[in-house]
């Protein structure tokens, strides 16, 4: 039986973000960073994959490590980490790994002669005197690469551009022969940073990093994290190394610039930096991107969201839901764990994730994805820190005959959580909830409209609760 398809589309106690999307067969592959949970800085994880048949986004399955952050030669001790990968198939059918270190400018590459295997190590990009990209003078550092084949042509795509940084250029482009380590076209620049973007399509939304190249048709995509870091978007062209038009937002992880059922400038999420890209999968198309965590830049799960192509190519920009993996609404009851929420806010409003860029943890007035144990123990994910207007908001359900809900809280807490179908609705009912030290069911006659259905859950009261689950009956 086919299985629902949630949002994060891992399990909750997994941090892959940067995720690159690749069907090969009847598969597609992840591809990404590991995050570990209450990590002090991004990526400090080795490689995994993970994989989905076709046709059930529901269904992930582990593929293990692919890569150990040791296995590069300049990094036998561990001392730097895997930034964002991403993986393509040579002219001679096997998977190359693009990845770079954090600590140094160049390009490695690791290669496997299936999906999901061990990766082993196989090179730098290099020019054809020997001299490595991104050491040879006037190179600018390379970072997140992106990669396309086609034939014997690789296109590789790389960059980082703070904002105000006028030694970057922009998002560059590099064309590599058949061995999938030698540069036969020399870099050039695709999309401008911030300092080069005035005048541009791209003002306001210049390069920042986490350029990735797909093509669908005759044209091809350059998916790219903006300045405002929690969006992210496109740039469309006929050519891969030229011509690349500035087109919108695919995504915002805080949902910023929608206005279908709020005003476009508020933010329903903790919003940080962004990275993924988009895939045909069985027909129908999605864009993967991330959310952040655990109230910390550093713990960031995958997400996925339907995308549909106007007649003229563009794309609409995507909603954050609770469902985006499953294609359709989330069936109308039954029991789901607090971790789906696709909004979360309260009344002290925040664009980032407090500390963004210095490591520094949202104090106690934001509520927060979060889990018990360490990393690596398999704990389900509930959300923490939801004070008085604290609000969790879940999208979307096909809702028939609800008449009563269940929740599961904890905490040191007196109040209500009220039950509401729009993020400023008024309640459909409430839910009294008191102090406990362990997970307790509470329960009220509430009726849920027929239809498809976003849910709000917004506590009011004293203390601190945290939600595990709730259920619809």
């Excluded at 991104?134 to 086609?150: I, M, N, R, S, W």
């Excluded at 620049?189 to 093509?215: L, M, Q, T, W």
């Excluded at 129908?284 to 960031?300: D, E, I, L, P, S």
């Excluded at 123990?377 to 207007?389: K, P, Q, R, V």
Aim: proline letters at 6%.
């Amino acid at each position: 039986m086919k299985k629902q398809g949630f949002n994060p589309y891992l399990p909750s106690w997994e941090y892959v973000p940067d995720g690159e999307p690749h069907v090969w067969g009847d598969r597609v592959y992840v591809y990404g960073s590991h995050d570990r949970f209450n990590g002090h800085v991004f990526c400090l994880n080795d490689y995994v994959c993970w994989s989905a048949p076709v046709e059930d986004l529901g269904d992930w399955r582990y593929e293990g490590v692919i890569y150990k952050k040791t296995d590069d030669p300049l990094n036998p001790d561990g001392r730097m980490c895997l930034y964002a990968p991403d993986v393509t198939v040579g002219p001679d059918g096997r998977y190359y790994l693009y990845y770079v270190l954090d600590k140094v400018p160049i390009v490695s590459v690791a290669v496997c002669e299936t999906p999901a295997g061990e990766f082993e190590f196989y090179g730098y990009v290099q020019y054809a005197d020997g001299t490595r990209l991104g050491e040879k003078a006037g190179d600018e550092p390379q970072f997140d690469p992106g990669v396309l084949t086609e034939g014997e042509r690789t296109y590789l795509y790389t960059g980082f551009c703070a904002a105000g940084d006028r030694s970057r250029h922009g998002a560059m482009v590099t064309v590599l022969g058949p061995d999938m380590l030698t540069i036969v076209e020399e870099p050039v620049f695709v999309a401008p940073s911030e300092p080069y973007s005035k005048g541009s399509g791209f003002e306001g939304h210049a390069f920042f990093e986490a350029p990735s190249i797909r093509k669908k048709d005759d044209t091809y995509y350059l998916i790219y994290s903006s300045i405002v870091m929690h969006e992210l978007c496109y740039a469309t062209s006929p050519f891969p190394t030229h011509g690349f038009v500035y087109q919108g937002v695919l995504i915002s992880n805080n949902d910023l610039h929608i206005d279908s059922y709020k005003p476009a400038d508020k933010p329903m999420y903790y919003g940080g930096n962004n990275h993924g890209s988009i895939e045909r999968i069985n027909g129908k198309w999605y864009v993967f991107y991330h959310r952040h965590t655990n109230g910390t830049a550093f713990c960031r799960q995958g997400c996925i969201e339907r995308i549909h192509f106007r007649e003229d190519g563009t794309i609409a920009q995507a909603e954050m839901t609770s469902s985006g993996p499953n294609g359709g609404p989330l069936v109308g009851h039954g029991e789901y764990p607090a971790y789906l929420a696709c909004h979360l806010f309260c009344k002290d409003e925040a664009t980032y994730t407090g500390g963004f860029g210095s490591g520094a943890w949202m104090d106690s007035r934001f509520p927060k994805i979060t889990q018990d144990g360490k990393d690596g123990d398999e704990e389900i994910g509930y959300i923490a820190n939801m004070t008085d207007s604290a609000t969790a908001g879940f999208k979307y359900f096909d809702c028939h005959g609800i008449k009563k809900v269940k929740i599961k809280v904890r905490g040191y807490c007196q109040g209500a959580f009220e039950i509401q179908t729009a993020w400023e609705g008024p309640a459909l009912g409430t839910i009294p909830v008191d102090f406990t030290n362990v997970w307790t069911e509470y329960t009220a006659d509430i009726a849920i409209p027929d239809g498809i259905q976003a849910l709000y859950f917004k506590y009011t009261g004293n203390g601190c609760a945290d939600l595990a689950s709730f259920a619809l009956e």
